[in-house]
């Protein structure tokens, strides 16, 4: 065979005209189909040494029609792949049961192609169902109109042993389509989940997630009495940042605010893309005090290691924030106002520093106040 013909099999690698999301269908299909060409080559001689020369023959035609499945699976087109693999197998099947007799155990082979078809994503649900009874009724018919035919060729003492091996073998594919199946399917569902929950360009927690958990937090706050500290912060003079150094690098301000925030905080913190460039960070069983070191530990981090304009290095970002303790008698959306008052007063303040709400008397007490630092994005 040339080189160039079997260079076409490759199964392992995506050819271009297979789009990413079709790896998947197109890996299991290719498995499935070197899997049958070997199959298929092997009983070649296998079926001249019993002296059933007709089976060799078909099996010589099958070979063939395996290589086009799959260059057709190579090619994109995935269902006609499939459609030309359940027609051999169904020829197949029927021809050996209708000589060799069932107790050869071909027929075992309709089970794969039938869960093969159920499982090509690409047919519409219903269809692979209809397909699928059909294989299975033909199955099951074989058993009534061959059931009779009795194995008249060599080796009969063998016939046991085929029988064992084409379960197994018929079986295998079938147990590999649905592992790999179900892995697509739980990756698919994750990857659904992330973007639902997710904010796609800094791959926090979105606003919408947060305000689902912040429900579960509270509540939780509330049944244990134990405290829960949130913070909101805002990225100082932002819009000058788009301004002068453009969109895209206002993106990658944005992107390393993320990392530093969610790299300073512990994994059972909350941290969340809540607008633009606002953030909210949610500190389940924190103390205002320790809450307070936490954020003034990573304002400082950014300030000092966040530059809007990486090669003159001489900008810096800032931020400030709002924080707050919740209180279950105040509820979460105050709670929430508050925190957005203490962001206000950190901005009116001078920025780049933070304001812890005091809930009892709602006074807004600005800790450790900051000189004015106004951002000057640097463009030259
Ligand atoms: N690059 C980029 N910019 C965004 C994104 N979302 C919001 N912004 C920008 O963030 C800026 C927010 O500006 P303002 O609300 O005026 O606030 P600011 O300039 O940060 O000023 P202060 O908050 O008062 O310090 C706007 O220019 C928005 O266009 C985003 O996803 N990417």
């Known amino acids: 065979m040339p080189a160039g013909f079997l260079q076409q099999l490759k199964f392992h690698t995506r050819p271009d005209c297979v789009d990413e999301s079709n790896f998947k269908r197109f890996y299991v299909l290719s498995l499935v189909g070197v899997f049958g060409l070997i199959v298929h080559i092997l009983l070649i001689p296998g079926f001249l040494v019993i002296g059933a020369t007709h089976m060799a023959i078909i099996n010589l035609i099958s070979v063939p029609i395996w290589l086009i499945g799959l260059l ?16 051999e197998v169904i020829c197949h099947s029927v021809f050996s049961a209708a000589t060799l007799g069932l107790d050869s155990g071909f027929q075992f082979y309709l089970w794969s192609i039938s869960a093969l078809i159920i499982l090509h994503t690409k047919l519409k649900p219903f269809s692979s169902f209809i397909y699928s009874c059909i294989i299975t009724f033909l199955f099951a018919s074989l058993y009534v109109w061959f059931g009779q035919i009795e194995y008249t060729y060599a080796y009969p003492n063998l016939l046991p042993l085929i029988h064992f091996l ?10 590999a389509g649905l592992s790999m199946t179900l892995q697509l399917t739980v990756k698919q569902e994750l990857k659904l989940r992330k973007l639902a929950n ?6 926090l927690y979105n606003r919408r997630y947060t305000q689902n958990a912040l429900k579960q937090q509270t509540a939780l706050a509330n049944r244990e009495h134990s405290p829960l500290s949130i913070a909101l912060g805002d990225i100082d003079f932002f819009k000058k940042v788009n301004d002068q150094l453009g969109h895209d690098q206002g993106d990658l301000v944005l992107i390393g605010v993320a990392k530093l925030l969610k790299g300073s905080m512990r994994s059972s913190d909350i941290v969340c ?3 633009g460039e606002e953030f909210l960070i949610v500190m389940p069983s924190t103390q205002i005090d320790s809450a307070f070191e936490k954020i003034e530990k990573v304002r400082k981090q950014i300030n000092q290691t966040i530059l809007v304009n ?5 900008a810096s970002v800032s931020m400030s924030f709002g924080l707050v303790e919740y209180d279950c008698e105040l509820g979460l959306e105050s709670t929430l106002k508050l925190a957005d008052n203490a962001l206000y007063q950190s901005k009116a303040s001078g920025r780049n520093q ?4 005091k809930v009892s008397n709602n006074q807004y007490q600005a800790l450790e106040p ?11």
């Open 310 to 314: 990486q090669t003159t290095n001489k």
């Open 273 to 275: 893309r809540w607008g």
């Open 198 to 203: 997710n904010d796609s360009l800094t791959n």
């Open 370 to 380: 900051r000189p004015n630092l106004p951002m000057h994005a640097d463009t030259n």
């Open 354 to 357: 933070t304001t812890i709400a």
């Open 166 to 175: 084409n379960i197994t073998i018929a079986n295998l594919p079938l147990a």
């Open 72 to 87: 057709l699976n190579r090619r994109g087109k995935h269902t006609l792949a499939v459609y030309l693999f359940t027609f």
